[in-house]
């Protein structure tokens, strides 16, 4: 029995009956933000391995927001209610996961391990001289909680089982986030502003059930599109060899509808990402030795069939509005990497958490993953951060060279695949407090951890046992692989 489970739990809700009590005096709508997030994180320590992937999903989806009107910028400050909740749960979560892993096997800190929390602490320092604090706020939320996740996943993710149930998990999320997209542009959300409750004059509590942020032609923000969908896509893939007839039919279906929502966004990096990314894969996975040009012309034909349906159908969306725009991206953002440099000219620790949006109000910062952190937190984040990044790409290409067993290869190329189109469509887009990128970091390196061990295991023998299994019983051939084999 758990015996952190009590204890725990009445922590939680003790933390949050009080609160949501409160809230409920002021509005009804927040208390009941507030009472569905208590038990939804409750529930979360009482199931903790269940409870880690409701918070590895909850990245997704994080729609009960409060907002402030900012005097800095034209934009208003979103702070989902389940981000300010993550620094009380991801602590307790973590210690529930802890308690049950083996007496003398807590997890050993690596020194890749080492600069995200570095990151997090020096980028919240730096709040200190931002340019723009209550957007440092809510990147610093989602700083932390995307830090959180990353650890978080090095305590669950230590088996093949969990590995498995993860990437199942980020697939199933994954599909649900495309369908709230496309509700974001197709389907009228303004019935949705009644449930909005003015708290004072400044505060706003909103229970959006729909994403927020349509764009013209497209489904919200192509930085979530761009990344997640291509990350969610290589989730499928990796699952796809051992899935059943009717999974299988699930994954065949979803990708065309998953490539298409990446489509609609417009955004021109987002799907040249996508696009080089499984090229990539398609030329360098061993898997697919001998069927490299039947599978690349299988992902052309069914490329310019998707866009040619998205031309058809939603043709009306993409002449509705920001035409313009989209053509004069190249000129904002050379407009926005210029203003940067010379803010580093002046200060060179930067413009402080969050404090460059500032400086290209009314969009949300340098549009450059690169840029993005060294215009906010100068060249001491910017190392840090690039650091990590290397530091991952280093490990991941030194697993898929020592790495033999194909599953686990498989899971490494697909993974290897989503980043490389996060880090091409970085150039362009997407931000250092992201969630997702995080995520996929975090189980990039559980990956890499979960091969080296089994190949140590392998290459120094198991254990011996009394009745260790045949070769014949413990080996199965692996039709992917002419010469390789599949530890069962």
């Known amino acids: ?36 997030l208590l038990w939804f994180y409750a529930a979360s320590l009482r199931w903790p391995l269940t ?27 979103r702070y989902p209610l389940a981000l300010g909740l993550a620094p009380l749960l991801l602590p307790l979560l973590a210690a529930r996961l802890l308690a049950r892993r083996t007496p003398g096997a807590a997890p050993t800190i690596a020194p890749l391990d080492t600069l ?21 706020t809510s990147m610093g939320l989602n700083l932390a909680f995307g830090v959180g996740l990353y650890f978080l996943i090095q305590l669950y993710v230590t088996d093949r089982r969990a590995l498995t149930q993860t990437l199942g998990f980020t697939f ?57 969908t291509t990350f969610v896509f290589m989730a499928g893939c990796a699952l796809w060899p051992e899935c059943g007839g009717r999974a299988r039919l699930v994954l065949a279906l979803s990708a065309p509808w998953l490539i298409s929502n990446l489509l609609a966004t417009g955004s021109k990096g987002a799907a040249g990402a996508f696009v080089i990314a499984v090229s990539a894969f398609i030329a360098l996975y061993p898997g697919l030795r001998g069927r490299r040009l039947l599978t690349g012309l299988g992902f052309l034909v069914a490329l310019v069939a998707i866009m040619a349906f998205n031309v058809v159908v939603f043709r009306a969306d993409r002449l509705a509005s920001g035409a313009e725009v989209n053509e ?40 450059n993953y690169y840029f993005s952190i060294l215009f906010d937190a100068g060249p001491v984040g910017t190392l840090l951060l690039l650091g990590f990044v290397l530091g991952v790409v280093v490990e991941l290409a030194r697993a898929l060279r020592e790495t033999r067993d194909p599953r686990l290869r498989r899971y490494l190329y697909c993974l ?33 951890r979960i091969a080296r061990r089994e190949a140590a295991s392998r290459y120094n023998g198991p254990p011996p046992t009394a009745h260790a299994p045949t070769t014949s019983a413990a080996v199965v051939p692996d039709p992917e692989h002419d010469d390789a084999t599949r530890w069962s």
């Open 51 to 77: 409870g880690f992937l409701v918070v590895y999903g909850a990245a997704l989806l994080m729609n009960i927001n409060l907002i402030t009107d900012s005097p800095l910028r034209a934009l208003g400050e």
């Open 328 to 367: 004069l991206s190249i000129t904002f953002r050379l407009e926005f990497w210029e203003a940067g440099l010379a803010l580093l000219g002046e200060r060179w620790i930067g413009a402080g958490l969050g404090g460059f949006a500032h400086l290209v109000d009314p969009w949300p910062g340098a549009h």
């Open 172 to 228: 199933v999320w994954g599909l649900a986030l495309a369908l709230m997209l496309v509700l974001s542009n197709k389907v009228d959300t303004g019935p949705l502003q009644a449930l909005q409750v003015r708290l004072g004059a400044d505060w706003r509590f909103e229970p959006s059930l729909i994403l927020y942020g349509t764009r013209a032609g497209g489904f919200a923000p192509p930085q979530i599109a761009g990344t997640v």
């Open 116 to 136: 995200p929390p570095l990151l997090l602490l020096w980028m919240l320092a730096s709040y200190g001289w931002s340019l723009d604090p209550l957007h440092g």
């Open 1 to 36: 029995m758990d015996r952190l489970a009590t204890p725990l739990n009445a922590t939680l809700q003790l933390a949050l009956a009080l609160p949501a009590a409160l809230a409920i005096l002021i509005s009804p709508w927040l208390g009941v933000g507030l009472v569905a």
């Open 416 to 448: 290897a695949t989503a980043l490389l189109a996060l880090l091409i469509h970085a150039t362009v887009d997407f931000s250092y407090d992201s969630a997702f990128s995080w995520m996929l970091y975090g189980l990039i390196v559980a990956t890499v």
